[in-house]
Every structure is written in C-alpha cells, then in structure tokens.
C-alpha cells in the first residue's frame, strides 16, 4: 500500500505515524515491518525513529500474522527412515522448516501432517514433530518425533550431545589445514541482524570440526561435524576463517564465482546423522545423497 504524507504530518516519528494510519495494526507490528525493510520511505528504508518532513510516500508491504495451528498440504517428501516414533526426511534447500516470519504454507510441517497425521505436540502447534531444524537453503536430513516419548528422548540426546550430525559444505578458497576446530562463539551481528557473527569475542558457545575431502582450485570441499545447533552456525564459522560457503552471500560469498554459474541455494547439505531410537535405545545412521544440483556443480569443477 502507498501511504503520502501531509504537511501536518510533519514531525513525526515513521513508527507512530503509520500507527495512526494504520489502527488495525499494534506499533509494535509496525516496528516490525520497519526492521524486516517492508516500510520505505521515497523508495529506501528508513528506521522506526525516521521524522517525517513532510511530503514523503511511504511504502508499506504488510506481514500477515500466521496461522494459530500448521494445516496439512499434500507436499511431496522423500522419507529416509521410519519407524513407530521418528521420521527422517531428506528436506530439499528452499524449504522452510515450520511457519513463521511471514511463511504460513509450503513448510516441512505442512507436507508432514498431510503424510502422517499426528505428530508430537511438544513444540506446539506451529511446530509439531519439530525437534531441530535446517536453515531454508540448507537440504538434508532432518529428524522428526512422532510422539511426544520420543520427542523428549531425542531432545535430550541432542541436549547432551550425543546426537552426531555430519555436512558437506564446498567453501570458497583453499582451506590449508587438513583439520581443524572451532570454538568461536556465536551472537546475532549487532549491525545487520538477518546475520549472526563470531567476531564479537561473545555469545553463545559453539563447537564445529571440518576435515577436507577433496580440493579443488579455489575451492576445498569439506566434511563438518557440529556439537551445538547454533544459528548459521557451520556458516559463520567457515566465513570466519575467510571461507564463506559457496552460495552464501550472506557470509560473504561472490554472487558470480568466477567462471561457475550462481548456485541458486547455498552448497551445505545434511549429510548423515546418528542417533540412538527411543524404542530400541540402538543406533540408528540416516544418510541423504548429495542433491543433483550439487553434484552437478561439483563436476563442474573437475
């Protein structure tokens, strides 16, 4: 919607003046808008702070709330596993795990609930069966709890650790070490705040292990095992040591690599996790096959 601003107008904050024109909408939903740049003024962001001068039209992209409960959709999925109390599913990149930040449909959740029916109900109803999750364009395999028994004994395992999660991660530049760790920990970047950072010397702890599978020139394709599920975790801490994951822009990756195609997706792809089943208490490993567009991107290389 264009909004235009009168010369009485002028003065006054952006935030409180769209709450004036817009009473159907709390300020605080607002400010919202503001930060996630759906409000621009003369075509630019502005802050929730902006004083008006007068005369400006102002641009508003309203977010609708999301839905009080996940509705099944008839989504296709590719199931891994199955058993009487997990689900592990091959989520492909562009997927989102549940609904949330404006995106209401078309989620892992979605799919899940037309194929199964009931879930655990542990995460609630916007989250049932979610026990971890994967950024939207990371693919790979993700576990879902089918009861809540389960969903509270894999929640432990991955509380303690001891559920083990292996990635496959092409990084620009060629990593020099063979192996290597990273405890940086890990805090939203207080300037851009879609980002997280791990260069602040605060946040919270975060463990990552890389060794190199192959190398290529100007690029090294990495194995990476995580011990904490941190946000972006795996890709702040690549960037952190100059090697940002291919696709990533984000954490500094070239929306042009030289000489390749743009990846449409970041190359980061769950490749295999081990966990204990709640009903057999026996390890139980799920791998998922590098997607086509990833294999395809590597050959390119060769």
């Keep these: 919607m264009l909004i235009q601003v009168e010369a009485a107008d002028a003065g006054k904050r952006l935030d409180r003046f769209l709450s004036e024109r817009l009473p159907a909408y709390s ?31 102002i641009e508003v992209e309203p977010q609708q709330l999301p839905p009080l409960r996940a509705e099944p959709e008839p989504i296709p999925l590719e199931i891994l596993y199955e058993d009487e109390d997990v689900v592990a599913v091959n989520k492909p990149a562009g997927m989102v795990v549940h609904a949330g930040a404006g995106r209401c449909s078309g989620t ?10 009931a879930l655990s109900t542990l995460g609630g109803e916007l989250r049932p069966g979610i026990v971890h999750r994967l950024d939207r364009l990371t693919s790979g395999v993700i576990l879902v709890a089918r009861n809540d028994a389960a969903h509270r004994f894999l929640a432990e395992q991955f509380a303690a650790r001891q ?59 990495l194995e990476v095992k995580i011990g904490t599920g941190r946000t972006h975790q795996i890709r702040v801490h690549l960037s952190s040591l100059g090697h940002p994951v291919v696709g990533d822009r984000l954490y500094g990756a070239p929306a042009r690599p030289p000489e390749r195609p743009p990846l449409e997706r970041i190359f980061l792809h769950a490749w295999r996790v081990r966990f204990e089943s709640p009903s057999t208490g026996l390890p139980v490993e799920v791998t998922a096959p ?13």
Excluded: C
């Design 27 to 57: 300020r605080s939903r607002i400010q919202g808008w503001i930060r996630a740049g759906r409000v621009r003024v003369g075509g630019s962001g502005a802050k929730a702070s902006y004083i008006l001068r007068g005369g400006e039209k």
């Design 108 to 117: 892992l959740v979605n799919a899940l609930l037309a194929r199964f029916g």
């Design 163 to 221: 559920v083990e999660k292996i990635y496959l991660a092409l990084v620009h530049g060629e990593v020099k070490a063979e192996a290597g760790r990273i405890g940086k920990p890990i805090a939203r970047d207080p300037v851009r705040r879609t980002r997280m950072t791990a260069r602040l010397g605060y946040g919270r702890a975060a463990e990552t292990e890389y060794r190199v599978l192959k190398r290529f020139r100007g690029y090294t394709l």
């Design 290 to 302: 590098l997607p086509a567009e990833l294999e395809a991107w590597l050959e390119g290389l060769l």
